[in-house]
């Protein structure tokens, strides 16, 4: 379990990399194809970013370091696919400031693309700790074997089920959701 809460709070974290909780409460909500698309759009960067993070900690001859290069490239040939709903996705979560939104969505994607990359590469690289690296290489390995869009559509679910109120108040007072996730139809 420690493993999958660490693959999904790295898809989380990278979910909201434009904006603040505080200011994604107020955005329009997300639908789950933005969320996925979100995810899918991010997870190369998140991978890339964890075996870079974790190299020093696993084996040199484990899954990150034999195969890891591989399966970040089979994630980013969806890319650009996620990209339009990950887009919009960013601009929803992108905080209150109007004419900041406004100015990022006026940015071509060449230009938001490596800095929402780098955003993603940044977080992932402070959020993880040493001690999580080989869990997330496991998490990794067992999930690999996905394709990638179903990949993306298991943390989606997660993160979905995650921000449910009776889920989030199960254990003492209610939370608010950390992302604004549309309810289903």
Do not use: H
Request: proline share 7%.
């Amino acid at each position: 379990m420690p493993a999958i809460r660490s693959l999904v709070a790295c898809a989380a974290l990278a979910a909201l990399m434009f904006g603040e909780v505080a200011a994604a409460q107020n955005a329009d909500c997300l639908s789950e194809r933005e969320v996925t698309n979100l995810v899918s759009y991010a997870l190369p960067v998140v991978m890339d970013s964890a075996i870079k993070t974790c190299r020093p900690q696993l084996a040199t001859d484990g899954y990150f370091a034999t195969q890891g290069a591989s399966l970040v490239q089979r994630y980013a040939a969806r890319k650009s696919t996620a990209w339009p709903d990950a887009k919009a996705a960013l601009l929803k979560l992108g905080g209150k400031d109007d004419k900041m939104k406004d100015m990022v969505a006026n940015l071509s994607d060449e230009a938001l693309q490596p800095f929402a990359d780098g955003l993603v590469a940044q977080l992932i690289a402070k959020g993880i700790k040493p001690g999580q690296c080989k869990s997330i290489e496991r998490a990794t390995r067992l999930l690999s074997p996905l394709p990638p869009e179903n990949t993306a559509e298991l943390l989606t679910f997660v993160i979905v089920l995650a921000e449910k109120p009776k889920v989030r108040g199960a254990v003492g007072a209610p939370r608010k959701a950390d992302l604004p996730i549309c309810p289903a139809a």
